[in-house]
Nanobody
Framework: QVHLVESGGGSVQAGDSLRLSCAASGGTFSNYVMAWFRQAPGKEQEFVLA????????YYPGSATGRFKISRDNAENTLYLQMNSLKPEDTAVYYCAAVGAANAPRRFKERTSYTYWGQGTQVTVSS
């Protein structure tokens, strides 16, 4: 059983940056593909980015997301999401998720591909 806890959310102004963290426990962290999802008010949960167990491969949603970067520190069992140039439309609850695999499953953009989830951290961006 993997336990995930997100942190680092908050209220910021448009154009600011935030770094979210996801602390993992209960498993060998490098054995899990990790991902970030988000859910804005009134909208479905949306895939943000994923990263392979080694950290060597980043999986993208297919749309331009150059403002966000995913990384992981396997020695510290922590996943990160660096968010730059934040916009009001980035306002959402951000969740980290994990699935036991070295590389992302074929349907890595779908929430059903992930086994473990954190409780989420709120990010609010005001204009």
């Amino acid at each position: 059983q993997v336990h995930l806890v997100e942190s680092g959310g908050g209220s910021v102004q448009a154009g600011d940056s935030l770094r979210l963290s996801c602390a993992a426990s209960g498993g060998t962290f490098s054995n899990y593909v990790m991902a970030w999802f988000r859910q804005a008010p009134g909208k479905e949960q949306e895939f943000v980015l994923a990263i392979s167990g080694s950290g060597g491969i980043t999986y993208y949603p297919g749309s331009a997301t150059g403002r966000f970067k995913i990384s992981r520190d396997n020695a510290e069992n922590t996943l990160y999401l660096q968010m730059n140039s934040l916009k009001p439309e980035d306002t959402a609850v951000y969740y980290c998720a994990a699935v036991g695999a070295a590389n992302a499953p074929r349907r890595f953009k779908e929430r059903t591909s992930y086994t473990y989830w954190g409780q989420g951290t709120q990010v609010t961006v005001s204009s």
